[in-house]
Structures are given as C-alpha cells and as structure tokens.
C-alpha cells in the first residue's frame, strides 16, 4: 500500500519569506504523480502543483516549485515571496492507476500560516 | 462556468436517518469520486465511478451508498450504518479512463449529527 507522510504539522513564515513544505511517500511502482494541494479557511481544495514521476525536471508554477527526489521518495514544495493569502493547510499526494481508476492518497497535511 | 457543485453546505442528521449529499459536475468528467476529511487528517477516499453505472469501493466505503446513473451527477448517501457520520465531505472529478488525470474538488458539505 502506498503512504504518503508530511512530518511538519504546522509552520510559520513571514510575510515575503521562502518556505519548504516536506513530503515522502513510499510506493514500490514505478509510474505515479505527485501533488501539492492547498485548502484555505473557505476548505475548497486547490491544485497548487503537479508532478509525473518520469520527469526529472522538476515543476513550478509562478511562486511554487517542487524538490522531486525519485530515489529518496521526497516531494518537497517550496513557496517563494510567501504572500498572506498562501495561509492554508497543504496536503501531498499521490497517484497511481489502477485496473480500475487511478487513485489518490493524501498525506495528513502541514498548515502554513504566512505572518504580517 | 464549468465547475463541481456541492449542496447542501450544512447537513444536519437525526440519529438512526439516511441522508444524501448531492455532487454535480458540468465539466463533461467521467470520473467522480467522494472523499471524507476528519479534523487535523487527510482525505480517505469513500467511493468512486469512472464511468457511468459503474462505481467502486475506496478504503472507508462502509456506511455508505453511491449510484451513477448520470454522468454529470454522483450523490453520496451517509446510512444509518455509519457510526460516525460528523465529517467533511468532498467530492472531485476527473477526465477518467485508465490515465493519471488531475482530480479536481468541489466546496464540500459539513455534516453533523444531532
């Protein structure tokens, strides 16, 4: 079965500051996606950043980019010029197929709060 | 605008009562999926359906009923079965088939037990 753990259960950061958000997962196959979710106060869940396991470049999007270590299983998200509406809890997960559908696991979430 | 919709926001259960929890989605996604979410905890999947009249059991399925008889549309029944129903409830969809497809989430509905 496939785990996903995020050690962190809370951070900090000031406002403008950089902060990375850990994550590991352990899995024995060989084809799977990372994700990055954020979910603010309101509780919708946002798509922050994705990554496909055969791709050894690793994704950003504007201020968010990923840490894809393959080989240690580690999917770290790093938030540049942390603004005040990044406060939320982040989730990791993953993705495999399966025969009938692929499938998410979460990871129990870090809540990132950015200070003033 | 294409999106998921969820309703009710809040719903209220009598204890010993079935009650059903909508999720429409126009964004033409043959995948659907539910998720439960409990304070300070990830998502743990309920159900799923890649296509329609078709659905399968994630890792907490018990207490719980889904159909899809529509494409656009898979509610969720929380049965009396369910001991601990208090929870928010997520639903999402995907492109489906096979392939790995980004899952996108709906606003939720909080439940809670009288």
């Known amino acids: 079965a496939q785990t996903v753990t995020q050690s962190q259960p809370e951070m900090s950061v000031q406002e403008a500051e950089t902060v990375t958000l850990s994550c590991t997962y352990d899995t024995s196959e060989n084809n799977y996606y990372l994700f990055w979710y954020k979910q603010p106060p309101s509780r919708q869940m946002i798509l922050v950043i994705r990554?496909?396991?055969?791709?050894?470049q690793n994704a950003t999007e504007n201020r968010f980019s990923v840490n894809f270590q393959k080989a240690a299983k580690s999917f770290s998200l790093k938030i540049s010029d942390s603004q005040l509406g990044d406060t939320a809890m982040y989730f990791c997960a993953f993705m495999t197929p399966y025969a009938s559908g692929s499938r998410l696991t979460f990871g129990e979430g870090t809540q990132l709060t950015v200070n003033p | 605008d294409g999106g998921i919709t969820q309703s009710p926001k809040y719903l209220f259960r009598k204890e010993g009562q079935n009650v059903t929890l909508s999720c429409e989605q126009n964004l033409n996604h043959d995948a659907m999926y539910w998720y439960r979410q409990d304070p300070g905890q990830g998502l743990r999947l309920i159900y799923y359906?890649?296509?329609?009249?078709?659905?399968q059991k994630g890792d907490i399925a018990e207490g719980y009923s889904v159909s899809r008889e529509k494409k656009e549309s898979f509610p969720l029944t929380v049965t009396s079965a369910q001991k601990n129903p208090t929870a928010f409830y997520l639903c999402?969809?995907?492109?489906?088939?096979?392939?790995?497809?980004?899952?996108?989430f709906g606003p939720g509905t909080r439940l809670l037990v009288l």
């Open positions: 990554q496909e396991a055969y791709k050894q």
């Open positions: 999402a969809s995907s492109i489906g088939g096979t392939s790995m497809e980004t899952q996108y």
């Open positions: 359906s890649q296509i329609v009249n078709d659905f």
